[in-house]
């Protein structure tokens, strides 16, 4: 069972607040901090949705049976960062607008014809294509297209 000590402890290795525990896991401010306090007991859904939110950022919980000294949290080597949907969009329209120079550099002085030179950028800097290519399909085998 998840403790009110593991949980300031794990928000500690975090460097998390109760606001920003709130905000990640959809618990209440006001639930988190009765519970840490020790107020109240979490529900089971309460304390899972805590224990997974915590874990996923890095932190893991150790049991009293495997810790002779009882109840315990760590920190894994590390945590992962949970990107947000806006992050990933970021990185997306940087990774295009990069792909987009390195092709606008390589093609200065080749004989290609503006419209040329658009169409082979249009097809480096296809999102479906840069996708299949970071999950590794077709990683090494051109398209039959190109």
């Known amino acids: 069972m998840l403790t009110p000590e ?3 402890a794990a928000r ?3 460097n998390w607040s109760q606001a920003e525990l709130a905000d990640r896991s959809g618990v209440a401010a006001q639930s988190i901090k009765n519970i840490e306090r020790g107020v109240t007991d979490p529900r089971l859904t309460t304390a ?4 997974r939110t915590l874990e996923s950022a890095g932190v893991q919980f150790v049991e009293p049976g495997i810790n002779p000294a009882g109840n315990g949290v760590a920190l894994r080597t590390s945590p992962r960062h949970v990107a947000t949907q806006g992050e990933m969009q970021a990185s997306a329209d940087d990774a295009r607008f ?5 092709v ?5 002085g080749s004989d290609a ?3 040329q030179k658009a169409e082979r950028r249009g097809a480096l800097t296809d999102e479906s294509e840069m996708i299949g290519q970071a999950r590794g399909k077709g990683r090494g085998k051109p398209s039959p297209d190109k």
């Open 98 to 102: 990069q792909a987009a120079e390195a």
């Open 104 to 108: 606008d550099e390589a093609l200065i």
């Open 12 to 14: 500690a290795l975090l």
């Open 48 to 51: 899972t949705t805590l224990k």
């Open 113 to 115: 014809t503006a419209e």
């Open 6 to 8: 593991q949980i300031r």
